[in-house]
């Protein structure tokens, strides 16, 4: 079974400056999607950034950027230019690409404990 | 309007009560799920459906029963509450084709507590 490891509990960062989140996963697949998710005070999910393992460019959504490291099954978030509206709940999330609907649960998300993240102004 | 949407958004119950969540989504997605978050164990999967015939456990099943009442429709119940099952409760739904099929799109969440 897959597993998504978040190894920082709780982060701080300084309005605008970078902050980066670490994610370990492990699988013995090949193709899989990974996906940051941002869950504020309102307790909304909010997916913030996906990534193809198949793909070797990491990803970029604006300020978020991740860099994604297959061999070492490394998968981290960077926040740059950090912003008050930014702090929040983040979670890895991982999610095999298998086709197999026999294998019951090919499309279900696997999540991370999550990393609390504090913007101070 | 919101795409998933989830009812009640907050409930308290006590214990031994039949307690029942629903979810509705408008985004004509065939996959739903149901899953639980727990604070510091981040979200857990419960169950989960590909379609209205098609229903599945998820890791954390006992205690919970859903019925998929239509593509639409997805409701989760707890049978006899107990005060461990006190969690925020998300549903989630996901296409089967195209590029959203890759993303899942959570509702507003359900805050569950059982005295």
């Known amino acids: 079974a897959q597993t998504v490891t978040q190894s920082q509990p709780e982060m701080s960062v300084q309005e605008a400056e970078t902050v980066t989140l670490s994610c370990t996963y492990d699988?013995?697949?090949?193709?899989?999607?990974l996906f940051w998710y941002k869950q504020p005070p309102s307790r909304q999910m909010i997916l913030v950034i996906r990534?193809?393992?198949?793909?070797?460019q990491n990803a970029t959504e604006n300020r978020f950027s991740v860099n994604f490291q297959k061999a070492a099954k490394s998968f981290s978030l960077k926040i740059s230019d950090s912003q008050l509206g930014d702090a929040a709940m983040y979670f890895c999330?991982?999610?095999?690409?298998?086709?197999?609907?026999?294998?019951?649960?090919?499309?279900?998300?696997?999540f991370g404990k999550g990393t609390k993240l504090t913007v101070n102004p | 309007d919101a795409d998933v949407t989830q009812t009640p958004r907050n409930r308290i119950t006590k214990t031994g009560k039949r307690i029942m969540l629903e979810c509705s989504q408008t985004k004509g997605h065939d996959r739903m799920y149901w899953y639980r978050q727990d604070p510091g164990l981040g979200l857990r999967l419960i169950y989960y459906s590909f379609d209205v015939k098609d229903i599945n456990k998820g890791e954390i099943s006992d205690g919970y029963s859903v019925s998929r009442q239509a593509q639409a429709k997805f409701s989760l119940s707890l049978e006899s509450a107990i005060p461990n099952q006190t969690a925020l409760y998300f549903c989630?739904?996901?296409?089967?084709?195209?590029?959203?099929?890759?993303?899942?799109?959570f509702g507003p969440g359900t805050r569950l507590t059982v005295l």
């Open positions: 989630a739904t996901s296409a089967i084709g195209g590029r959203a099929r890759n993303e899942q799109f």
């Open positions: 999330a991982y999610r095999s690409a298998s086709h197999a609907l026999t294998q019951g649960g090919s499309e279900k998300l696997v």
């Open positions: 699988t013995s697949e090949s193709d899989y999607y």
């Open positions: 990534q193809e393992a198949y793909k070797q």
